[in-house]
């Protein structure tokens, strides 16, 4: 299928998101959409499939002028958009999110149970997805509820996947999968937009980039003839220096001790311990018990037995106000469900946290309020209309920030961050970078979970690997690798 969409214009109230953007899709190629969070990649495909009406443009698919009225008639035209934030049903099985609306049906209406349950296994395995499908969404992680979108749009015979960040709550072996499928729908004619802010996958997966950069077309490139600091110029308009920015940070005195942490059947005898200044890398398959292991420090869930201790003395922790007071911040991975109040403003958003400090016997200071949040924009330039601006209303990235802003904010002692620059574009990335090395050479003891080893390897001083809730390895930073890290987190010794 060809995709032709040019002089793309859409606008909500006085902002204007696309100026005269543009963008192809020829058959059978995988095309790369990339650009800063908020440059209008997610709003032109929701134009293509019917989420949004454009205000002026064409768009045409084969060479005939189409206007999809909804997501359905895209689908049924044999476009299928995965979006970044998943579009799930928590309380269903894995087997009834994939047949919502496409029941295999007998005589009389009557759904065939036998059959979905075939279709649904057999797409799983294609998959290489090792999920029951019988299991409730709600059980599942992040990463293993992106697989099942996935699966979902495999469900349909598209002819055109939009995947918008599909492998930003992946682990390796789920992104080389879905690499693995990918690859193998392209040899069948069909036509992937992938929509990354990892550049590796780009030059590994992609034929094409387009750039869209402020709701504008900059331009379209083969990926044999540009390298990732052109994507980037492109992009943000100019260089962006080092990847990872050095830090220079004298490590301090333990701040954080954990010894013996356990959650029977989640994670056993966990002990490790950071210090100020450092920055301790968190790695691991998926599943292997990192966000819980992070979720029973901050009280989010109860652990059986085991003791934290803080500057040396212990601490009770059995929710998260105790572990605030304590100093902890925990920026979780799921900023959806966990660390916004979607519905609220970036104001609403950063008071919750730091109530007392906006406050004066109990009395809310807005200035005192809006001097915080400003900081918090500034500091992380977050792309907003001001402090009141809905969080629902922000790019997924931008979302991120308020939620950095927000823990930052606290002063914490102690900062969990829990997969920081998911769905984050490069220049983003270098901010929060920035702020994590700026917060460590203020005396602050980081622990950052991530599943982008480059990541981990980049910003870490030392790098504890995960392996069936059980701590494999703790290497230092400067002697660790992919190889090693890898080995250990699949059951291998060093």
């Known amino acids: 299928m060809n995709i032709e969409m040019t002089g793309i214009n859409k606008s909500f109230g006085a902002n204007q998101v696309l100026k005269d953007a543009a963008f192809t899709l020829k058959d059978g190629e995988v095309h790369a959409l990339m650009g800063e969070n908020g440059a209008g990649k997610s709003t032109l495909m929701k134009i293509l499939t019917g989420v949004y009406t454009k205000d002026s443009g064409t768009v045409k698919v084969d060479g005939k002028e189409v206007n999809f009225k909804s997501p359905q008639e895209a689908e049924k035209a044999g476009i299928v958009f995965i979006y970044q934030e998943l579009n799930v049903l928590f309380d269903l099985t894995v087997e009834e999110n994939l047949f919502m609306g496409k029941e295999i049906t007998k005589k009389f209406g009557i759904c065939d149970k036998k059959a979905m349950h075939a279709k649904a296994q057999e797409v799983m395995d294609k ?48 992104t ?30 992609c034929d094409r980039i387009t750039i869209l950069r402020d709701g504008s077309y900059i331009g379209t490139e083969h990926v044999n003839d540009i390298d990732m600091d052109g994507i980037v110029k492109m992009m943000i308009g ?30 056993h005898d966990v002990s490790f311990d950071v210090r100020a200044g450092e920055v301790l890398g968190v790695a691991g398959l998926m599943g292997a018990g990192r966000t819980e292991i992070m979720e029973a420090i901050f009280g989010s869930i109860s652990k059986n037995h085991g003791q934290i201790y803080i500057d040396g003395k212990q601490v009770t922790i059995k929710n998260p106000r105790q572990a605030i007071a304590a100093g902890i911040g925990f920026i979780t991975e799921d ?23 906006v406050s004066k016997h109990g009395v809310l200071s807005r200035k005192k309020q ?16 001001g402090p009141w601006h809905e969080c629902n209303n922000l790019s997924g990235g931008n979302q991120q920030k308020v939620v950095l802003a927000k823990w930052i904010a606290t002063n914490p002692k102690i900062l969990i961050l829990d997969e920081p620059t998911r769905g984050v574009d490069i220049g983003a990335k270098k901010e929060i970078y920035n702020v994590i090395n700026k917060m460590a050479a203020q005396g602050v003891a980081v622990i950052m979970v991530s599943s982008e080893l480059p990541e981990v390897l980049g910003m870490s001083d030392r790098i504890m690997v995960v392996r069936e809730g059980e701590v494999r390895g703790i290497l230092d930073g400067k002697d660790a690798d992919q190889e090693k890290i890898m080995t250990l987190a699949t059951g291998g010794t060093l």
């Open 238 to 267: 100019r260089e962006i220096g080092e990847r990872y920015p050095k830090r220079d940070v004298k490590i301090g005195d333990e701040v954080l001790r954990v010894e013996g942490l356990t959650k029977e059947k989640v994670f």
């Open 335 to 357: 900023r959806k469900t966990e660390g916004l109040l979607l519905e609220k403003s970036i104001a609403e958003n950063i008071e919750i946290a730091n109530l007392k400090s």
């Open 176 to 205: 080389e999968s879905l690499f693995r499928v990918m690859r193998a729908l392209q040899k069948k004619g069909v036509s992937i937009v992938y929509i990354s802010h990892r550049m590796e996958e780009i030059f590994v997966l």
């Open 127 to 174: 998959m290489g997805v090792q999920i029951p499908i019988e299991a409730v969404m709600s059980d599942l992680s992040v990463g293993q509820q992106q697989m099942v979108e996935i699966c979902k749009a495999l469900m349909v015979d598209a002819k055109v996947i939009i995947m918008d960040e599909p492998t930003a709550a992946l682990t390796e072996r789920e």
């Open 370 to 385: 809006e001097e915080l949040v400003q900081q918090g924009i500034e500091e992380f330039k977050i792309k907003c209309f």
